[in-house]
């Protein structure tokens, strides 16, 4: 079974410019998470989408940070424009729907803003 | 203060030893309880999930958990080099909306 996939790996970016990040998640997987890991800490939920709804966007930065799941299968974040504080790894997951479903992780988008 | 509070370590062990990793959690609505190790470079992956209070053990790994003290633990015996990585603890109403804590590095020294 294929995993999470999530592109690209890495990305180096200037203040102020824009970043997308793409993710496909497990097929089958109708939830779909956005999280930003900081150097040093612990995934922190941005959004959640259950097939191409918001379930949870409570804590994503919307003056900055987009998100879109148009057909409920791939999904896009999107920053712009970008600050030095952004910089983190974030982490795509999926998982089926469900109170039990655990949720699977891709390997991430390492973003430095420099 | 943070709904899931993980002491950072760093922790380094002998190959054989016992590790002992904790969290604690504030909101008493939680019900589910993870352990996710996460390798450098890599996504974090489910280790050990537990549902409200009690024991869980597959084979080296045991969690642990107690709503009475809001304390999570994981144990890991005979522990090998292959274990070195960051351990993080989750917890939630749901399996599926989270919230981590901070992560303990662990390595384990041949």
């Known amino acids: 079974e294929a995993g999470v996939a999530q592109s690209p790996r890495y990305k180096i970016i200037e203040k102020r410019q824009s970043v997308a990040f793409w993710c496909n998640p497990i097929s089958g997987h109708a939830t779909l998470y956005w999280y930003q890991q900081i150097l040093g800490q612990g995934p922190k939920l941005l959004i959640q989408?259950?097939?191409?709804?918001?379930?949870?966007d409570s804590q994503l930065p919307k003056d900055r940070f987009s998100a879109e799941r148009l057909k409920g299968v791939d999904s896009t974040l999107k920053i712009q424009p970008a600050k030095l504080e952004d910089s983190a790894v974030y982490l795509c997951?999926?998982?089926?729907?469900?109170?039990?479903?655990?949720?699977?992780f891709g390997q991430g988008t390492r973003l430095t803003v420099v | 203060q943070k709904e899931v509070e993980q002491d950072p370590g760093p922790l380094s062990v002998p190959e054989g030893a016992i590790v002992s990793l904790n969290c604690t959690y504030s909101n008493s609505a939680f019900q589910y309880f993870m352990w996710y190790r996460q390798y450098s470079r890599k996504g974090p992956e489910l280790l050990m999930y537990?549902?409200?209070?009690g024991n869980k053990e597959d084979g080296r790994f045991t969690a642990q958990v107690d709503k009475s003290s809001k304390y999570i633990s994981l144990f890991i015996r005979d522990s090998q080099p292959s274990d070195s990585a960051t351990y993080l603890c989750?917890?939630?109403?749901?399996?599926?909306?989270?919230?981590f804590g901070q992560g303990t590095r662990l390595t384990i020294n041949p």
């Open positions: 537990t549902y409200s209070s």
């Open positions: 989408f259950q097939n191409n709804g918001v379930v949870d």
């Open positions: 997951a999926s998982s089926m729907v469900g109170g039990k479903a655990e949720a699977f």
């Open positions: 989750a917890s939630g109403q749901g399996a599926q909306k989270l919230v």
